[in-house]
């Protein structure tokens, strides 16, 4: 069966808790896993470049005993002849066994997934999904914390049109014990209808802040977020709000010593340097683990479509 | 005021007062050949007010376009002067090519094929969200 995954949501409580088992199964034994997709292609169909999510999947790919083949950018491809997305999916499920696609306009993936004839799993669509980074933020947080229930967790930045930190709230909004800050300036506050639709919904409790040290001492997890210029269609609101938190070893006088930083990447300015080297960083842990959290999620959807 | 009574054709009843005109536009009433009435706040036993639309020609509606701007709304079949049979409408779960999704970035703004499909996704309060880019569309 050919199964897609366009949205975190797709995947259920416990299929996500699956994959996370899988991954760190991974982890403790990559050998187990390397001929695992020998013989299998993954398409990279990048309509816009991206090149961490991309090598990640294609490591992931590589890991596992397969190949790979795709674009990286829209101009290299038959998309800059004016080929339909679903025409695009058509022609590469002849040549591959499952595709990961991003594309800057919302809602393309999906066209892929109704037109191809293996897995699609979406890379990211504009300001709209991005599942397996929050696969990957979900995995880091079980490795980092043990658990992926009762904890608070503070999203930072950007949360206005921040599709991880939407999409992640979702995810989370699954499991029990989950307290939410949200730490933004009035212009990037979460948008209402995420408010209503998931925390209110769902009985989350949260909190609305714009001064991060305030509530810095009850956070187990902070989750710090870009704010990206991509998003905006007016340079002089991205000008004035860009710089609006900026985490310092300062800012981390009142945190938890076993506070866990997470953040997308790719970092502008908003986490200094400084804290790299501090135990708390898990950024670049993060992205490590989005190549195992990738290497489960392609291992699950080409077995099921083999069965 | 009186309009005339139809031969045959279809009228559009119980549509809530002042929701006619959308009826109109999203039919693409003003491209048909027949006549077309519209009557609006007409007085109503069961409703107080409502607006009625009178088509001279038994010529296809798409009932999605009007469960979506009215659901209370009625559709009767007109055959020589009287009442053929009637149609009841519901809200549909999904609508096909009946509004555009009018975020900018869309799939559906660039890909110009594209049917251009909406969820609902919250009967209780009208909630339409586009199958591909999920933006909520705008209440009708």
Redesign the interface.
Known sequence: MVRNILDVVDLSVEEINDLIKLACDIINDPKAYSEKCRGKKLATLFFEPSTRTRLSFEAAMYELGGNVLGFSEAQSSSASKGESVADTARVVSCYADIIAMRHPKEGAPRVAADNASIPVINAGDGGHNHPTQTLTDLLTIYREKGRLNDFTIGFCGDLKFGRTVHSLINALSRYTGIKIVLISPEELKLPSYVKKDVLMAKGIPYVQTTDLESVMPELDILYMTRVQKERFFNEEDYLRLKDSYILNMKKLENAKKDLCILHPLPRVNEISKEIDNDPRACYFKQVLNGKYIRMALMLTLLEEAAR | MKIDSIQNGIVIDHISAGRAMDLYELLGLKNVDCSVAMLMNVTSSKMGKKDIIKLDADIPVDLDAIGYVDPGATVNYIKNGVLDHKQSIRMPKMLKNVIKCK?P???????Q??DQVFKLTDEEHKVYR???????AENK
């Open positions: 975020n970035r869309c799939i559906t703004t660039v890909e094929e594209l586009c199958l591909y880019c999920e933006t909520q």
